[in-house]
């Protein structure tokens, strides 16, 4: 479905992913701290409907032959979401970071973001299928879209938020230093690096790529989240805190 949505500076995303939480904490009379309680922002304040369900039957697609669900959630009309129930914390607590990120995704992101298509597409709608057919599916298989980008930057936004991550680095990292991945080759910089493991098993050598690395660093920052290391190291990447490779302007400056 090809739809056309506007460009949002990210600043702006950002910004309305903080008016949320500081509509909720209004509203309910509380101060968050992490874990944001996307729950209860998107059932308690926005008043959506949380259901989980096999979306791949509910949509008659077939899985991919690896069995993980490609469909991870969608939003309808009536204001329901439906997640695919391989992401219910409660049967797989192991998932519950890619759960709260597929729900911040679409009662966040979607909701906040791109309801006058939700009511648009409803409105066009005949009244028997305004409920049933979703107005936006995630799919972790596709590219993705602007709608997509936006929606996924929101629940970014919405579950790392920017004060709180550099509040919580702050607090483990009294140095207050920014972070950035062991050059392969030694070089001066200004920055705390973080190792890379190289182990040596047999006839094997086993070396982390780079991803795993960051990844590593960032466990202990996404357990108080409650995130994946993933969405936590994209975050950290992207609010300058951890780098993969030295900056330019430190190599150019000398430092």
Not at 139 to 154: C, H, I, L, N, T
Not at 188 to 207: K, M, Q
């Amino acid at each position: 479905m090809s739809r056309f949505v506007p460009y949002l500076a990210e600043e702006a995303i950002e910004r309305d992913a903080a008016s949320l939480i500081g509509e909720y904490e209004r509203a309910r009379g509380v101060m968050i701290e992490p874990p944001v309680p996307v729950e209860d922002i998107v059932e308690k304040y926005l008043k959506l409907r949380i259901e989980f369900d096999d979306m791949h039957a509910r949509h008659n697609i077939p899985r991919p032959p690896n069995g993980q669900p490609d469909i991870l959630g969608a939003i309808y009309g009536d204001g329901s979401i439906f997640i695919d129930e391989s992401l219910d914390p409660e049967e797989n607590p192991t998932r519950e970071g890619r759960y709260r990120f597929t729900l911040a995704h679409e009662g966040g992101g979607h909701w906040r973001l791109h309801q006058h298509l939700i009511v648009q597409n409803t409105a066009q709608a005949s009244f028997l299928d305004a409920a049933s057919e979703p107005k936006f599916i995630c799919r972790s298989s596709e590219a993705k879209e602007r709608v997509e980008w936006q929606a996924d930057f929101y629940a970014s936004c919405l579950l790392m938020p920017r004060k709180m991550v550099f509040a919580m680095w702050d607090d483990l990292f009294p140095d207050r230093k920014q972070r950035v991945l062991q050059p392969e080759k030694p070089i001066a910089h200004a920055f705390v690096e973080v190792p890379r493991i190289h182990a040596s098993v047999g006839d094997f050598d086993i070396s982390e790529t780079e991803d795993e690395a960051l990844e590593r660093f960032c466990k202990p920052l996404a357990e108080r989240f409650v995130v994946s290391p993933i969405a936590m190291r994209i975050r950290l990447e992207k609010l300058g805190l951890l780098h993969r490779v030295v900056p330019l302007q430190q190599l150019l400056s000398g430092r």
